[in-house]
């Protein structure tokens, strides 16, 4: 098992965001997590990444504990994430943004002509080759957000956490996305774990689906089986539906 969440609560205060979540992620599966805005979903990402400590439970990664690790060490470990928020270095280059995670994630790249070369072969694979002098912050939506997989891509991670990447994309942007997923999945081996709003995405993607609702766990399964779920549709469309 690749990761292996167990039990795991965070609470913020008096706040419970999380309750006893349990998540099992093999290597090479797509699984996805489900919830409304606020039920926890992207919390969970936080702890699995090291961005900040479950109050109860444990995280392992390929059989190691990695909760309470900082963010580093657990990247080191080949755990990459993107953000619901893009927020890349506006004052560099689309190339130069990328490098950082050739230089800081699992590849720990030590020359920077190096790192910048492996840079452009990421940018190539998600569609940016030709923007890869340009400036960060003079990206489109959609460019932001292939700037954000890239950065992630270019750690060299085992898992890769995509954390609403499809938010605010038209259509066609949405299957470009997915088609450019696809393929990276397949050509670098990587297992995925998938927050999204895109719900069409999210089926089309996972082989497994865990759904949140105000921290706690309410249903997990395949798409069809969460589709059909009672909690899940009294949650999303109330009991009438």
């Given at each position: ?42 919390t ?5 990444a ?20 900082r963010?580093?060490?657990?990247s080191?470990?080949?755990v ?8 890349p270095f ?24 190096r790192?910048l070369?492996q ?19 003079d ?32 259509p ?17 081996g ?35 089986e ?16």
């Amino acid at each position: 098992m690749l990761l292996e969440v167990e039990g795991v609560s965070k609470a913020f205060g008096g706040l419970m965001a999380l309750t006893d979540v349990s998540l099992t992620v093999e290597t090479g599966e797509t699984v996805g997590i489900m919830g409304a805005n606020g039920a926890g979903k992207t919390t969970l990402f936080s702890l699995i990444a090291g961005n900040d400590r479950p109050t109860r439970g444990r995280i392992l990664f390929d059989g190691q504990r990695i909760d309470g690790r900082r963010p580093d060490q657990i990247s080191q470990r080949g755990v990459a994430r993107t953000y619901q928020i893009v927020r890349p270095f506006g004052g560099m280059t689309v190339l130069e943004n990328v490098a950082i995670g050739c230089l800081f994630g699992a590849r720990r790249e030590s020359s920077k002509p190096r790192a910048l070369e492996q840079a452009r072969a990421v940018l190539d694979e998600v569609g940016l080759g030709k923007r890869a002098e340009e400036m960060a912050a003079d990206l489109t939506i959609a460019g932001l957000k292939r700037l954000e997989v890239a950065r992630a891509l270019a750690a060299a991670p085992r898992l890769l956490m995509l954390d609403e990447v499809m938010a605010g994309l038209t259509p066609t942007e949405v299957a470009e996305a997915l088609a450019m997923l696809d393929g990276l999945k397949h050509r670098h081996g990587l297992t995925l774990l998938v927050v999204e709003h895109v719900m069409r995405a999210l089926m089309q993607m996972c082989g497994r689906i865990l759904v949140l609702h105000h921290g706690v766990t309410i249903a997990t399964g395949t798409p069809a089986e969460v589709g059909a779920n009672p909690a899940v549709i009294d949650a999303y469309l109330g009991k009438e539906a």
